[in-house]
């Protein structure tokens, strides 16, 4: 579009990555422009791609525990949940039931902080900084907490096949429900600040929407569909780990806010209120713990031999902060798995942002981008190629961009 | 969308029914998990490749499925494909995985897109055909999806033969060993500190004032 006819102004094609702020992580996007309004969107990923399923068929199930650790930095917990799930139910383990207990409630906190730092993220995208300050402030308090139960802020290496490597102590229980207290006393007001300051209704309803209809069609996970109004929760449908015990409700923004309207304002409904209800779930965990072991077999060698007789195939999923996990083993009498497919939740999410950001402005790029928690990572300029000359447009510009958005808003 | 919903046996009875030779085997797994013991199920069908699209149109008839991912294995004379579905979502502990398994020949590699029925899946399907090398006919989008520009065509990372990585692309890192041609390290920290020590004398001559007099007290 820019080459030919330099006269030529519009649609002119505006190329965002494959770094860029509103990312945690590289991908390409393109966007055709007829003014401030995005006409077409497109999207390149892979510029992180670093073959984990490669990698790991060529080794155990044992040492694949430890890179699933390592595949998101967020989620600790949910990549290593849903293989050892795949690979438990090939070898026919039944794990401990207090090793359920104790996976829920590390997965739980994990989906505190993931939720805490996304909705700073989306206070900075918006320009209010002070809110990004607020929220990475409390979310250290869940942090606190991962590294007292697990020993680690990320990468928590609490997950072994046939249950966890780590169990949860009673002197421990005072600091997990001091944790709980803190969030619940947090709540009210994080819920008045996010959905009752009226800059961020401005720039979020009804912006970036995604119908049930396309949620459904392209596949979308986690808190992106219920968003939308998708009844989905890999928790409640189809229980795994602790979460068949307890009393589990899907989060939809019409049951908070009485409708649904799919944009960015109700996924931060639906996130902020996961929070809550992910205290609410460890506090009954640890009320029913049952106690016992918390491992199948405490000997690696004996784990490692069984690999060798495992055979077939099977699937393991779990409901991760930006939603469904999918890891897919075949296992053939050796020890490395023959075939280990990973599925993040954003692989599922990434289709969404077409329909969502098609029709919107320029400068509500970062906020759409970021709405649906894309596991991508951290970004710097932006290429603007306009007329057949291509000038570089830093972080600060596109960032600039939206809060100069929200100023006019304010006025 | 029917409005019961049906066992996982009642699942399977629907395939078989609808596709009659084109399904190969079935398999319905249950698993429990937590003090409870609740089932969760997840149903595998072997089908032919011609009964894929037909299967699809089974599946969104009985509740319109969630297309989780689409995972593929190298067999050695074959490369299978599996399509993860889940149906009756939305239901407290009531949906079913459903996989739908094809097995391509090596000689004859190609499935039909399913795209036109499920939307997202282009984004699988892409991946399928960088990773394994299977041509999924009729794909909306051929592009590649992870893999860089330049990587070689005819490469496929997931494939145990002749087309999949060669050792010459393998990086060991432990080979790897220090680079030669680094340039040489700053000066010893042990002399930058007796230079500095040197100076301070230097300085104290010239002012007239002992180095470090308060230390030299504190020592006696």
């Not at chain 1, 930095?73 to 039944?94: K, N, T, Y």
């Not at chain 1, 997965?107 to 206070?123: D, P, T, V």
């Not at chain 1, 640890?286 to 690696?300: F, H, Q, R, S």
Request: aromatic share 6%.
């Amino acid at each position: 579009m820019s080459d030919g006819n330099p006269a030529k102004t519009t649609p002119y094609t505006v190329p965002i990555g494959p770094i860029h702020p509103a990312l945690k992580e590289p991908v390409m996007f393109t966007f055709r422009m007829n003014g401030e309004q995005i006409e077409k969107a497109d999207f390149a990923p892979g510029q992180t791609h670093r073959g984990i399923e490669w990698m790991g068929m060529r080794r155990n199930p044992i040492q694949i525990v430890h890179l699933t650790d390592r595949i998101c930095g967020i989620c600790g917990v949910s990549h290593s949940l849903a293989f050892a799930r795949a690979v438990e139910q090939i070898m026919e383990i039944d794990v401990p039931e207090r090793a359920d207990y104790i996976r829920a409630i590390i997965a739980e906190f994990e989906r505190i902080q993931s939720h805490l730092l996304w909705a700073g993220m989306a206070a900075h995208e918006l320009g209010f900084d002070t809110l990004l300050h607020l929220t990475w402030r409390v979310r250290e308090q869940a942090m606190d907490t991962i590294e007292l139960l697990t020993g680690n802020r990320v990468n928590y290496g609490i997950i072994q096949i046939g249950g966890v490597r780590r169990d949860i102590t009673p002197d421990q229980h005072p600091a997990i429900h001091e944790c709980l207290d803190y969030y619940r006393d947090l709540q009210g007001k994080l819920l008045r600040i996010f959905l009752e300051d009226a800059t961020i209704q401005m720039r979020c309803r009804d912006c970036g929407i995604l119908t049930r209809d396309d949620a459904l069609r392209l596949c979308t996970v986690g808190p992106t569909a219920r968003a939308s109004g998708v009844n989905m929760d890999v928790r409640v449908d189809f229980p795994y780990a602790a979460y068949g015990d307890l009393d589990i409700e899907p989060i939809l923004p019409d049951r908070y806010l009485g409708e649904t309207r799919g944009d960015v304002f109700d996924r931060i409904v639906v996130r902020l209120l996961e929070v809550e209800q992910s205290a609410g779930i460890i506090r009954q965990c640890l009320d029913v713990m049952p106690a016992g072991d918390i491992l199948w077999e405490t000997k690696i060698p004996k784990i490692l031999a069984a690999f060798k007789k495992a055979h077939g195939e099977a699937v393991g999923r779990h409901e991760a902060p930006r939603g469904e996990v999918l890891h897919y083993v075949r296992m053939d009498g050796k020890e490395h798995p023959t075939a280990w497919k990973v599925k993040a939740s954003s692989y599922s999410n990434l289709m969404s942002w077409i329909p969502m950001l098609e029709g919107e402005q320029i400068a509500d790029i970062p906020i759409i981008v970021a709405s649906i928690d894309p596991c991508l990572s951290c970004t710097d300029r932006v290429a603007v190629v306009r007329g057949g000359r291509r000038s570089i447009m830093t972080k600060e510009e596109l960032h600039r961009l939206s809060v100069e958005k929200t100023r006019r808003l304010m006025r | 969308m029917s409005g019961r919903r049906m066992t996982p046996d009642e699942v399977v009875a629907v395939f078989a029914r609808e596709l009659g030779g084109g399904v190969r085997g079935t398999r319905i797994a249950e698993r429990r998990e937590g003090a409870k013991k609740h089932p969760s199920y997840t149903i595998w069908i072997d089908l032919d490749r011609e009964a894929l699209k037909p299967a699809i149109r089974t599946l969104i008839d009985i509740h319109f499925p969630h297309l989780s991912v689409i995972s593929g294995t190298d067999i050695g004379t074959a490369v299978e494909l599996n399509y993860h579905f889940s149906i009756y979502y939305g239901t407290k502990g009531g949906e079913y995985m459903v996989t739908l398994t094809v097995a391509l020949p090596k000689d004859d590699l190609r499935v039909p897109t399913i795209a036109d029925l499920i939307p997202g899946a282009v984004f699988s399907e892409r991946e399928k055909q960088e990773m394994l090398g299977v041509e999924v006919v009729g794909i909306p989008d051929g592009r590649r999806l992870f893999l860089p520009e330049e990587f070689p065509e005819g490469v496929y990372p997931w494939r145990k033969d002749g087309t999949g990585i060669p050792d010459a692309m393998v990086k060991d890192l432990w080979a790897v060993g220090r680079p030669a041609n680094r340039p040489a390290r700053p000066v010893v920290a042990r002399e930058v500190q007796g230079e500095v020590q040197a100076a301070e004398k230097e300085e104290a001559k010239v002012t007239g004032r002992a180095p470090s007099t308060e230390e030299a007290e504190r020592h006696e």
